[in-house]
């Protein structure tokens, strides 16, 4: 493809803050090569900040549990009808879709209606629900790059044509200044032990979840004085939503746009299961693991989920490496033991970073981004 050709449309779909993360990565790799690349689709600020045209941001998207996709059904459902309709209108070269497998696999099917070709970026977790939906994909998808070591032998004995590309967060994932720097602009002393409150990056998560972290603080505030609590918060959610939590805790203060950093230099983590987990790894920080969403969705997922551990860091290290709370475990009286264990324990400190380090491992090399790209480009232009 030379840079005097016709603009080339292509269509990116991601619906939540990881997605947009790896999605806008991407985008800036492809757009190397192919300045004269155009892509539309729904995503996040980062992939605007890369010059893709949003038609919904995913803001808008973020649903979670079976109970609240049935509330926005409607919606969504809406969402869908506007994407299929810009799809026909515009006739893309090339769909990419990035995890969000509710409504992705919807929109494969459509694509493939239309014979677009599909490029499938950050697999759905098709081997936590359960191995039914392969061989429906291996039909929808025409080349998919996964992030996990695990996943291509999964998918490729599938019939999906999948390869492993590395995992994107050992490019994105670092800090841009020291943490003598970042305790200065908090206010915090080097005596300071800080703890890390991670409640996600939806509504729901951080409704069900922040309550709880924060009772921990509380309740170990009460017994450690030199702890200070800061929760990341996530700018994809109303500071309304934070502000209705929290009551003049002592010594909890809220930090934006700062996730990474507090990761890298917080001493003690409490992080909401997710891509999340895998980001604290890499940034060597000993933390626990809590999940919980409405009973419903708690029932169904017990009938449905195939694996032992739900966070990703352990479901990768194949070990229950770092500790789980989830859903009747997650109160912050069960957490607390364990949380002073990694707290002030040098051992087990030590004991779980070197776990971490052997997770970073498995996760291949540098430059999964450029590959993928490469990847996207070659079934673009067959």
């Not at 800090?175 to 996600?200: C, K, M, W, Y």
Request: hydrophobic share 45%; charged share 25%.
């Amino acid at each position: 493809m030379s840079h005097n050709d016709i603009k080339h449309t292509i269509m990116i779909v991601a619906g939540e803050a990881s997605g947009d993360l790896h999605a806008s990565a991407l985008v800036h790799e492809m757009h190397r090569g192919h300045p004269d690349l155009r892509f539309i689709g729904i995503g996040g600020d980062k992939m605007k900040n890369q010059g893709v045209e949003l038609l919904y941001h995913i803001n808008e998207m973020s649903v979670l549990g079976f109970g609240d996709v049935i509330k926005h059904f409607p919606f969504l459902r809406r969402v869908f009808k506007s994407l299929v309709s810009e799809m026909e209108q515009r006739k893309p070269d090339l769909i990419i879709l990035i995890d969000y497998p509710g409504l992705n696999f919807k929109f494969a099917r459509e694509a493939r209606r239309l014979s677009i070709p599909v490029f499938y970026y950050i697999a759905p977790q098709v081997w936590a629900w359960g191995t039914g939906r392969l061989k429906k994909m291996s039909r929808l998808i025409d080349k998919m790059a996964v992030i996990l070591p695990f996943e291509q032998d999964l998918f490729t004995n599938a019939g999906v044509d999948a390869t492993f590309v590395g995992h994107p967060l050992l490019d994105s994932f670092g800090v841009d200044i020291t943490r003598a720097e970042f305790l200065s602009q908090h206010n915090l002393s080097e005596n300071d032990r800080i703890i890390g409150l991670l409640p996600g990056s939806r509504t729901h998560e951080v409704k069900r979840l922040l309550p709880i972290m924060l009772e921990t603080a509380r309740l170990l505030n009460s017994k450690h004085r030199h702890l200070k609590f800061l929760v990341a918060q996530s700018p994809t959610i109303s500071d309304e939503i934070y502000e209705n939590t929290i009551h003049d805790l002592p010594n909890v203060k809220f930090v934006s746009g700062e996730t990474y950093r507090l990761m890298h230099f917080a001493d003690f983590l409490i992080v909401k299961s997710g891509t999340s987990t895998l980001e604290t790894a890499l940034a060597q920080t000993p933390f626990i693991i809590v999940y919980k969403v409405d009973p419903f969705s708690y029932y169904l997922g017990k009938l449905l989920v195939k694996i032992k551990h739900i966070g990703l860091v352990n479901v990768i290290a194949g070990d229950c490496i770092v500790p789980e709370f989830i859903q009747h475990d997650c109160t912050a009286k069960n957490m607390i033991p364990t949380i002073e264990t990694l707290l002030y324990n040098k051992d087990k400190r030590e004991i779980m970073k070197m776990e971490f380090a052997r997770v970073k491992k498995l996760l291949g090399d540098h430059g999964a981004s450029a590959r993928a790209a490469e990847l996207a480009l070659s079934v673009m232009q067959k």
